[in-house]
Structure formats: structure tokens, C-alpha cells
Nanobody
């Protein structure tokens, strides 16, 4: 079992920045893909970005490319999501997720472990 705990959400003005953290425990996640998803009110959960722990490869949704950056701290088993140039449409609950294996996975159904989510609100 892998436990994921997100932190770092909050309220920010448009154009501002936030950094989310996702701390993993229970197992080493060296063989996992770590993803971030988000869900806005009334909408389905959507893929944001992912990082493959084994080689650091990343992948981004078009809507966040150039604004968001995923990174990791190997020693702390933690993945980060740096969000810059935030827009009101980025407002959502952001979830960290994990799945074992090396394939690039961008749909929520492919992930086995989920955090509780953290709210990000961007005001205009």
C-alpha cells in the first residue's frame, strides 16, 4: 500500500504561484509513476502532469505546459507541483496519484493510489 498526502493548496490571485507537495509513504516509489490530477466543480477529474520516478521523465497536459512544473525529492519520497501564472480556470481540487510500473498513464482509472486532495482557488 502507498499512502499519499497532499499539501500546499490555498487561495491566490490570478498570475500568482503555488507549490503543492505530495508525500508518499508505505512503500518506496522508485518503480512508480506519480501523477497530479484536478477536478473543478461540476467537471470530471482531469490529468495535469506526471513524473516517472525511475528516470524522471515528465509529461504535461497542454493546458498547463509552460506554467506548471512537476519535480521530486528522492530522499523525502515527495513530488511537487509548482504552479505559476495561475488562472481562474485552474481552480480545482488537486489530487496526487500513484501507479506501479513505467508506462505513461494519463487517465485516472489507471492509478491505484490517491491522496485526499487539496483545494486551489485562483481569484480574478
Amino acid at each position: 500500500q502507498v499512502q499519499l498526502v497532499e499539501s500546499g493548496g490555498g487561495l491566490v490571485q490570478a498570475g500568482g504561484s503555488l507549490r503543492l507537495s505530495c508525500a508518499a509513504s508505505g512503500r518506496t516509489i522508485s518503480g512508480y509513476v506519480m501523477g497530479w490530477f484536478r477536478q473543478a466543480p461540476g467537471k470530471e477529474r482531469e490529468f495535469v502532469t506526471l513524473l516517472r520516478w525511475s528516470d524522471g521523465r515528465t509529461y504535461y497536459a497542454d493546458s498547463v505546459k509552460g506554467r506548471f512544473t512537476i519535480s521530486r525529492d528522492n530522499a523525502k519520497n515527495t513530488v511537487f507541483l509548482q504552479m505559476n501564472s495561475l488562472k481562474p480556470e485552474d481552480t480545482a481540487v488537486y489530487y496526487c496519484a500513484a501507479v506501479r510500473g513505467g508506462f505513461i498513464r494519463t487517465t485516472e482509472y489507471e492509478y491505484d493510489y490517491w491522496g485526499q486532495g487539496t483545494q486551489v482557488t485562483v481569484s480574478s
